[in-house]
RNA sequence: GUGGGUAUAGCUCAGGUGGUUAGAGCGCUAGGUUGUGGCCCUAGAGGCCGACGGUUCGAGUCCGUUUAUCCACCCCA
C-alpha cells in the first residue's frame, strides 16, 4: 500500500523534543516576566471573522493573511497579536480596567513566502499597557525596562534596546518642508544601517530632497555620543515645530527614567534612526537588536499608538505595545549556538530501571521519587540490559535507578548518576534527598549563553 | 508578487563527457554471553534517483513541463 509522504509544511517550525523542551523554557521565561511587571495573561482565538481582522483593510495584511470560507462564514487565521487584542478591548471595554496591562504568547500566521528566519507560523510575545482617553508618558518609559529585565532573564547580555520617536521624526520633516512625504523620508532612514549612508543620502535623492536638505538629514539621524549629547543636539530645533518639541519632551522624559527603572544606559540608546515600518506608531518607537549579529536585524520592536481600537468603537485607546517574535529569535539563537548546553532538556530527572520479573518494588520507588517532587518514568520494556539504559542515555536522563533483586531483598534503589558514572545504593528516602540535591545544584542556567 | 539555485537512503551529501546489481558518513536494528550507557569492532535493514513527458539501443546523468524546497528582493517578528 502506497503510504502518504510525512511532511511538514515549509515556514511551519516543528521541533525535536530537547529543542521543544528548550523552547517551553523560553515561553515560561517571557511569561514569568511579563507577569512580574504586572501584566495579565491573555489569549484570543486564532481563527477570526475575516471582516474583524481586516478591518483596516488594503496593504501587505490583506496580501498576507490565511483567509478561507466554511460553509458560509468569511474566516481567516490572526496575523499578528495586536488586531485582536483592539477587538478584545473594544468588546470587552466596560469590564476591564484601564490602563489594561495583559501580556499574550501566540501563534500568529502569514501566508507569504517562508525563508531562513522568516516563518508562516510563528509566536509572538507582546505586551500592551492600553489607556482609556488618555496615557500618560511614563508608560512609554516604562516599557525599555520591561525588554531590559526580558532578554537579562533569558541570559542576553550583548543586545541594545533602540530608542526614537515618531513625533520627533515628523516634526523634524516638517520643519524642513517635507511633511508630505514623510513615509517615504522615513522609510529611507530606517535602513541606514542596513544600505549605509551612501545608499540612503541616494534614495533621498530620489525622492526630490535638495542635497544640502539630505545632508542635514543625513547629519541629524547619524548625531553620535551619549543619550544627553543627542537630546543636546535636538535641542537646536527647538521652537520651530510643536510636534518636534512635544516629541524631545517625551523623549527627554523615557530616557530620564532610564535610572529609575534600572536600565542601564549601554543596554538603551537612543538611535534617531529607528522609524520602524509600521505606520500607526505615533510616539517612542522601540527596536532592539543583538550587538553581535545586527544583521538579524529587530528581536523586539513596538511602539505607541494613538487609537487602538478605531476601527471598533469610537472609544479613544491610545496605547503603547511591543512584540517579540519569539521563533525568529528561537531559530537564531539555535542556529548561532547561544541555546545553553547546560539546560536539563530530558523529560525525566530519573529513570528506574526494573530488572526482577515483579516491578512492584520498582515503581512503588517511583511513586515515592515523584512524592519527592523528581521527574521520574519507570522502563517497563522487556529488552535487554543494555538497551534499558541505553535508553536513559538517549533521553539524556541524568539519574538512574536499578531495581534488582538485591534491592529487593536489602529496599534499598542503586542510584547511578549518569553524568559522573558514580553509584550509590539509598533507601528511597535518601535516595530523593540525594537526587533532589544533586538536580537543584544543576538546575538554573541561562538559556542564552553568549560566547 | 519578482529574480536565482536545488531535488539521490530517516539526515547530510558523493555519483567526469549517458552504459550492467546506485554509494559514503551519521542515524537505525542486531551481535561482541549473566546487573551497567557514551567509545570501538562486526553484520543487517533501508532508494520507482521529486512527478510527468521527450531524445536514445540504453537516462540518476541530456531536454521540456510541473510540483516541492532553499536563497535574495519586497515587507516584516
Known sequence: MDKIRPRTLSGFMELLPPAQAKMELFMQTLRDSYSLYGFAPLDTPIIEDAEVLLAKGGGETEKQIYRFM????????????????????????????????????????????????????????????????????????????????????????????????????????????LGAISGDVMRAIDRLDKIGPEKTRAMLTELGVAPDTAGEIMRFIGAAGTNAQKLNMLEAYRGKNGLFDLGLDELRAVASYLPAFGVPEEHCAINLTIARGLDYYTGTVYETTMLDYPEIGSICSGGRYDDLAAYYTDKNLPGVGISIGVTRLFFVLEEQNLLSQRIISSPSDLLVIPMTDDPAFAVACATAMRRAGIRTQVYTENKKFKAKISYADKLGVPFVAFIGQDEVDSGNMAVKDMTSGEQRSLSPQDAAGYIANELSCRRGAALIEEK
Open 70 to 177: 466554511k460553509g458560509d462564514s468569511d474566516l481567516a487565521l490572526r496575523f499578528d497579536l495586536t488586531v485582536p487584542l483592539a477587538k478584545y478591548v473594544a468588546l470587552n471595554y466596560g469590564q476591564l480596567t484601564f490602563p489594561f496591562r495583559r501580556y499574550q504568547i501566540g501563534k500568529v500566521y502569514r501566508g507569504e513566502r517562508a525563508q531562513r528566519g522568516r516563518f508562516r507560523e510563528f509566536y509572538q510575545a507582546d505586551i500592551d499597557i492600553i489607556g482609556d482617553g488618555r496615557l500618560d508618558i511614563m508608560s512609554e518609559a516604562e516599557i525599555p525596562a520591561v525588554i531590559y529585565h526580558t532578554f537579562s532573564a533569558l541570559g542576553l547580555r550583548r543586545f541594545c534596546i533602540n530608542l526614537n520617536n515618531r513625533k520627533v521624526l515628523n516634526g523634524f520633516f516638517e520643519i524642513l518642508g
